[in-house]
C-alpha cells in the first residue's frame, strides 16, 4: 500500500462517521511517512487545503468546487476555480506567516479555528441549562388575530410588464 485516502464522500455513505479532517492529524501521525494520506471530504477552499496540509495530509481531493466552477462556466469555470483556490492559499499562506507548505504545521491550524475540532469545555451534568418555557402558550383567537383584507378577484398583472 502507497497511501490512504480519509473520506465520507460528504456523508453520504454513513453521515454519523468521524469527519476525516478531524482524524487527519491521529492518521499522518500514526503512518509517518510511511504512506501518502490524502484527504477528501470537505474542501471548499484555499484555507481548507492549508489546513489540511498543515494537520498532515500530502494531498487533498476537491470535488463540489470543481463541480461549482464547471456548472457556473464550464472549462472556463474550471479555470477560474483553479486560479481562486490558488489565490486563497497564497493568501492564506502569508497570514500565517509562512512561505511554504513544508513550514506549515497543526499549530497553524489553531488560527484557522472554524476547521479545528472543538470540543465541550464543561461537563455536560453542570452545563447551563436554557431557561424553562411557560406551561401555557398565548393562544389566538378571533379577537386577537391580526385583521387582514382577503385578497382581490381579478386578472393579476404580470410582474414583467409595467
Known amino acids: 500500500v502507497d497511501g490512504i485516502i480519509l473520506s465520507n464522500h460528504g456523508g453520504r455513505q454513513l453521515d454519523r462517521a468521524p469527519i476525516p479532517f478531524h482524524l487527519l ?10 504512506l501518502e494520506v490524502h484527504l477528501d471530504t470537505g474542501i471548499m477552499s484555499g484555507a481548507d487545503i492549508v489546513a489540511a496540509i ?8 476537491v470535488g463540489r468546487a470543481y463541480l461549482y466552477g464547471l456548472m457556473a462556466g464550464g472549462r472556463e469555470g474550471v479555470d477560474r476555480m483553479i ?5 486563497q492559499i497564497t493568501r492564506t499562506m502569508r497570514l500565517l506567516g509562512v512561505t511554504s507548505l513544508a513550514e506549515l504545521t ?15 469545555s464543561i461537563p455536560a451534568a453542570t452545563a447551563p441549562r ?6 401555557t ?3 389566538v383567537t378571533a379577537k386577537t388575530a ?6 382581490k378577484a381579478g386578472p393579476r398583472k404580470s410582474p414583467i410588464a409595467g
Request: glycine residues 4%; proline residues 19%.
Open 130 to 135: 436554557p431557561p424553562a418555557k411557560p406551561a
Open 83 to 87: 486560479e481562486i483556490l490558488s489565490e
Open 54 to 61: 498543515a494537520l498532515g495530509a500530502d494531498f487533498t481531493l
Open 25 to 34: 492529524p491521529d492518521v499522518a501521525r500514526e503512518v509517518g511517512t510511511d
Open 106 to 120: 497543526p499549530a497553524h491550524v489553531t488560527q484557522l479555528e472554524r476547521l479545528a475540532p472543538r470540543a465541550l
Open 146 to 151: 391580526p385583521k387582514t383584507a382577503p385578497p
Open 137 to 139: 402558550r398565548p393562544s
